[in-house]
């Protein structure tokens, strides 16, 4: 039998439609099981209705398509079989006009390959029929939804509560009507709640649950089996921590899913970074500098030795918020982000190495230790600008050695400090933007977000403030040498 395309509604129980007083229907062929869904109402009078069955359905006919010698042949066998094999849930017969009674060839059939047979009475319509399953699919999901939602704000508050990961399992096995167990990385069982259940469906939800345990590429997010009756599905939790929520039940109702999904968000956030270690450390470094601890104490709780500050920015006019750049930090592999206007930094290990992020712009510093953070995030800004200019997916800045080694860093900063001093920082970032792409009107423009004519009138201002000729070769690498500094 094929799987029907279940559409997005809860099936009905062909119970329910019998139980419709104003329908009259009457059951009197095929067996008699509670368990009978039917998930749409679908009217044909083709004597071989398997090509437009897509499963699940109730079938109504009046009979139009069965020859006057149907009873002395085989014709009703063909077409409850055609009707079997299509996935068809039950048939409707309606009387009259054509039929005064149902066929008791009919009638044999649908008892001999088990497939229940409705008597339709002559004042209930076939639309009316129809009508009644798309109301009852309507409050099944009126249900469904509002069972769904008791459940979310149950979990949610389970999660508040001061023992929130028992607590959240308690809710969850009671909502589902089984047991729920979080699994821990290394495959044990952390915490559980529910009933008990057999050891055979035990050891094979620690299966199913292996199944899900992030592994590389391509491991599901949930999985689900059956086994001797008993229902088993198993969400993995987080980005990598290898948690798992399994449950186990007698049966899967509607929306079961949903609500252990919501229960495997919560326990994601529960057992995440904070409870793992790593997100406490960020909280505890953070205290320290707030304390005025240096960036070299910090750094070890961070987790390795040295680092590269990376500047994105979006490709898009809008500015990017917190779940973008928690996005790219997740991609590029560290959660320690921060926005900044129209501009996301990142701090990431130097072995991670970036690499161009679809929608975003990245200038990437060199390699820097925890003292030198400070130069590796204005370094990273001076790689975005560059890379902005050139339109470039990702721009890094250059670490090979460079004339500024052989000059003492005093004497180097002296000299920056007494050359610049004219200028305004407006001034001295705008010369060193235009310095580093060649003179370039229109690219320092677009590295600025300034109109050409604004990039001519503050370099010309410059010259004026420094009293030098901006197109001497010899003025220009002195310039930049001390721009260079931080």
């Not at 030795?305 to 928690?326: I, K, L, N, Y």
């Amino acid at each position: 039998m094929p799987d029907p395309a279940v559409p997005p509604t809860p099936p009905v129980p062909l119970a329910a439609l019998l139980a419709r007083e104003d329908l009259a229907l009457r059951q009197i062929a095929g067996p008699s099981d509670p368990a009978t869904v039917i998930h749409w109402a679908h009217t044909s009078e083709m004597a071989d209705p398997y090509p437009y069955l897509l499963g699940g359905e109730l079938l109504l006919t009046a009979g139009v398509h069965i020859p006057e010698a149907a009873g002395s042949g085989t014709y009703f066998d063909d077409y409850v079989s055609r009707i079997v094999a299509a996935g068809g849930a039950a048939l409707g017969f309606g009387l009259a006009p054509v039929h005064d009674t149902v066929p008791r060839a009919l009638v044999a059939a649908c008892d001999a390959y088990e497939l229940p047979l409705l008597e339709v009475p002559p004042r209930t319509t076939f639309s009316g029929v129809a009508r009644a399953v798309w109301q009852l699919m309507a409050q099944a999901r009126h249900a469904e939804l509002r069972r769904v939602t008791e459940a979310q704000q149950s979990l949610a508050a389970a999660a508040s509560r001061p023992d929130p990961v028992p607590s959240v399992l308690r809710q969850l096995a009671g909502r589902v009507g089984g047991r729920a167990v979080l699994f821990g990385p290394d495959g044990a069982e952390v915490a559980a709640a529910g009933r008990p259940v057999e050891p055979a469906a035990r050891a094979a939800l620690a299966e199913l649950a292996q199944v899900v345990r992030p592994s590389g590429p391509g491991t599901p997010n949930s999985a689900t089996h059956v086994t001797a009756g008993t229902h088993l599905a198993a969400y993995a939790l987080g980005a990598g921590h290898g948690f798992v929520l399994g449950v186990v039940a007698a049966h899967r109702d509607p929306g079961d899913h949903t609500i252990a999904s919501v229960a495997a968000v919560l326990l994601s956030l529960l057992t995440g970074e904070h409870q793992s270690g790593s997100g406490a450390a960020r909280s505890s470094a953070l205290v320290r500098v707030l304390l005025g601890a240096s960036a070299e104490d910090v750094a070890p709780l961070l987790g390795g030795g040295e680092w590269v500050v990376v500047h994105a920015r979006p490709d898009t006019a809008t500015a990017p918020d917190a779940v973008a750049a928690s996005a790219l930090g997740a991609a590029l592999g560290s959660p320690l982000v921060d926005v900044a206007r129209d501009v996301v930094r990142v701090l990431l290990p130097a072995e991670r190495e970036p690499g161009p992020q679809p929608g975003w712009t990245l200038g990437v510093s060199a390699v820097a230790g925890p003292a030198e953070w400070a130069r590796a995030d204005v370094q990273a800004g001076r790689a975005l600008a560059r890379a902005r200019a050139t339109r470039a997916e990702l721009v890094r800045y250059g670490a090979r050695p460079a004339l500024a080694d052989l000059v003492p860093e005093p004497d180097a900063e002296a000299h920056a400090r007494a050359l610049l001093t004219p200028l305004t920082p407006a001034l001295t970032e705008t010369l060193r933007a235009w310095l580093s792409l060649h003179g370039s009107w229109d690219r320092t423009a677009v590295a600025l977000d300034v109109h050409r004519n604004t990039v001519r009138q503050r370099i010309a201002k410059c010259a004026a403030l420094l009293e030098a000729d901006l197109d001497d070769p010899d003025v220009r690498m002195e310039l930049w040498f001390a721009l260079r500094r931080p």
